[in-house]
């Protein structure tokens, strides 16, 4: 069956380390992986879109890679700080479809 | 500029009646998803709307579901019939581009919270 994994444990890591948060998906073949931060009672805010031909992105502190042998997804926070502190949720987007279909989220906490 | 608006934000209805959440969009934004969260979990697609096409309804729970965007900008979605199990945060996001395939960032709105007593 079809199924996107996230880190469910709670990600506890100390301020200026670089956080590394995992998707894996199983039984899709995504076009396209989106990463979101959210935080408690928002909506998710988009960060970083990685298409299946690429195979690293980076804006400012935040770096994402796609790895589709693997069947994974890895998004790092370098020089991390409290504020990065959330909910950070990967979406897929399979070829030939509109659903976006979401993971379950890691729950991060930068420790000053 | 104005986010993605939602109203209401929270509605409690009693079982069996029915309910219509509204979701405005960015300006000029071609597309418009429909999502359900429940707490501690990812969104879960409901429904796809490509100006008033609606183009994909296959995550819409049940036949009491239905949404609309008649003109290509505001949409509703509509809950009839209400049951207790249909509680959970409703969100609509927004989207610039459009077309199969193709994927641009979503804005999301701030959701409205349905309580069905």
């Known amino acids: 069956s079809q199924k996107i994994e996230q880190n469910s444990e709670a990600l506890n890591i100390q301020e200026g380390k670089t956080a590394t948060l995992t998707c894996n998906y199983t039984n899709y073949s995504p076009a396209y992986l989106q990463w979101y931060r959210q935080d408690p009672g928002r909506g998710p805010v988009f960060l970083l879109l990685i298409r299946e031909n690429e195979k690293e992105k980076r804006k400012e502190r935040l770096k994402v890679t796609f790895d589709t042998t693997l069947k994974q997804s890895l998004f790092h926070i370098t020089a991390s700080q409290p504020a990065d502190s959330a909910t950070y949720l990967c979406a897929l987007l399979t070829s030939g479809t509109y659903k976006y279909i979401f993971g379950t989220g890691t729950r991060l906490k930068v420790l000053a | 500029g104005a986010g993605v608006s939602q109203s209401p934000r929270y509605k409690v209805t009693k079982r069996g009646q029915d309910v219509a959440l509204r979701c405005d969009p960015i300006?000029?934004?071609?597309?418009l998803y429909w999502y359900r969260q429940a707490l501690g979990q990812g969104p879960e697609f409901l429904t796809y709307f490509n100006y008033e096409a609606q183009q994909d309804k296959s995550g819409l729970p049940n036949d009491r579901f239905s949404a609309e965007r008649p003109e290509g900008s505001i949409s509703t979605l509509t809950i009839q019939r209400t049951e207790q199990r249909d509680s959970a945060m409703y969100r609509c996001?927004?989207?610039?581009?459009?077309?199969?395939?193709?994927?641009?960032?979503?804005?999301f709105g701030p959701g409205t919270r349905l309580t069905v007593t």
């Open positions: 996001a927004s989207s610039p581009g459009e077309g199969l395939s193709v994927s641009y960032e979503q804005y």
């Open positions: 300006s000029g934004h071609v597309s």
